[in-house]
């Protein structure tokens, strides 16, 4: 079988980050102060965030040049290659074309690092000492781990409770590269001790784990906070996967119909996206963009559109998103990192304007998709990839049935080699579907801010 890996070499690295803020038909509104509910300025954030970075979320420059620095480190793993799953084309038996980009080539093993890399970055020219931060499967606390050890920056993270009980190598990973891994809530803010108080046992939530993260960084001098997704600057980052996958696009002689990325926060299906959405928007070119969340934390395909609080305690910023509510806690699936209870404020504007399409799916077809797909291509997805590979093969079979030769492409956010007690549960069929009732969501989004 021919071009079945596309490669790129190193010299064709991107030199800029897309900022798709310079083409969005309208911006979301602007964050607000979880206190004043006055609209926030970039010095408002300057407690917890470096210039380098705040300078970039609200920024509306089209291309934003990659430092030297960042981008040597890029290049350990990047470009990254973009795949034809020729083999799962077969299986299918789908007239369809099925482009994947791999990100689970980085180290992490996600494509996460390519935001934790620019992040420490940033913060390290400015003289920041150490970063705080939250983590909930562990992935974006290996990343920023890693990308704090090479910038030579202290690094602690508050990790979900259930998580650190449950993913212990993802502990050992961040420990190796020198980080100080909490459980949360913990003892050590006073965000983990309130909750602690009202529920001693609380598993704890990424929306927990945020406002300890944010707490230790606003007392501390010393400290900044980094956040793994949701933000406009992380968007920014990671169109390198789109970037790059343009151009692989363009090598393998075919414009995707479609494009799809799971989503959590929203920042690996940003990175995917954008960069297509950008000839969307401005060349009028026909590509859907597909969204793919979990149907147990359903943000976009049954959220409000609302102000929200970013975290559980109210110390984040406000901003205008999909959300189910900054109370809701959502149940334990095993796409550990599709459980934020909000989105990008820049991927749900493009959401509300019908330029980005959502859709949910149950965790046991997710699982039945990667199983397929890793027999078919010998990867093992990331539960939360597996969320993109399901849709793309739904995509496939309905090509199929129309008879239509569609071009596929989708984002493997990451690997899926630390998550094997996940897939070794599913193959004991004890997986099962959480489809959120409609009485939580209406008892979380109760306690919207109002604004
Ligand atoms: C964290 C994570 C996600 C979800 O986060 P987004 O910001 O929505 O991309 C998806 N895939 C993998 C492998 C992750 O680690």
């Avoid at 420059?61 to 083999?87: G, H, Q």
């Avoid at 990100?103 to 690092?113: D, F, I, M, N, Y």
């Avoid at 959405?277 to 793919?292: C, E, F, N, S, W």
């Avoid at 949910?360 to 990867?379: D, N, Y």
Wanted: glycine share 8%; net charge negative; aromatic share 8%.
């Amino acid at each position: 079988m021919r071009d079945v890996k596309i490669l790129l070499t190193e010299k064709e690295l991107p030199t800029h980050w897309y900022n798709i803020q310079a083409d969005m038909p309208n911006l979301p509104d602007p964050p607000l102060n979880p206190v004043t509910k006055q609209i926030i300025g970039p010095d408002d954030l300057k407690p917890i965030f470096p210039m380098g970075l705040i300078m970039q979320e609200v920024s509306q420059e089209r291309w934003i040049e990659i430092p030297d620095e960042v981008r040597d480190i890029l290049r350990i793993w990047r470009p990254s290659p973009l795949y034809r799953a020729r083999r799962l084309e077969k299986a299918l038996d789908t007239p369809a074309r099925i482009y994947y980009k791999y990100e689970g080539v980085s180290p992490a093993g996600s494509h996460k690092l390519n935001t934790a890399v620019p992040q420490a970055y940033y913060n390290k020219v400015e003289g920041v000492k150490r970063l705080a931060t939250e983590t909930g499967a562990g992935q974006w606390g290996i990343a920023l781990s890693q990308a704090c050890n090479f910038f030579g920056i202290e690094c602690t993270v508050y990790m979900v409770k259930v998580s650190f009980n449950q993913k212990p190598y993802r502990r050992s990973l961040m420990e190796i590269f020198g980080s100080n891994v909490i459980p949360s809530p913990s003892n050590l803010t006073e965000s983990g001790r309130k909750i602690l108080e009202e529920h001693p046992d609380s598993p704890g939530s990424l929306g927990v784990a945020i406002s300890e993260a944010v707490e230790d960084a606003a007392k501390r001098e010393d400290t900044n906070y980094a956040l793994g997704s949701v933000l406009n600057h992380v968007c920014l980052h990671q169109s390198v996967i789109g970037l790059e996958a343009k151009e692989q696009m363009a090598k393998a002689g075919h414009y995707p119909d479609v494009v799809i990325g799971c989503c959590g926060g929203g920042s690996n299906f940003a990175g995917i996206a954008f960069p297509f959405a950008h000839d969307k928007i401005t060349k009028g070119q026909k590509v859907r963009l597909v969204a793919v969340e979990p149907i147990s934390c359903p943000t976009l395909t049954r959220g409000l559109y609302h102000y929200d609080y970013g975290d559980v305690v109210g110390l984040a910023p406000i901003v205008m998103m999909y959300t189910l509510g900054a109370a809701f806690m959502p149940p334990g699936i095993h796409a550990g990192g599709l459980r934020y209870h909000g989105d990008s404020p820049l991927l749900s504007r493009l959401v509300k304007d019908g330029l980005v399409e959502a859709t949910a799916l149950g965790q046991t077809s997710v699982f039945q998709g990667a199983i397929q797909f890793a027999k078919s291509e010998g990867l093992i997805p990331a539960p939360e990839s597996a969320h993109a590979v399901q849709a793309a093969i739904q995509e496939a079979i309905d090509a199929r049935e129309a008879g239509e030769a569609r071009t596929i492409l989708f984002n493997m956010s990451g690997h899926g080699l630390l998550d094997l007690p996940s897939y070794d549960l599913y193959m004991a069929g004890k997986l099962e579907d959480y489809p959120l009732p409609e009485e939580d969501l209406k008892n979380a989004l109760e306690r919207l801010p109002k604004v």
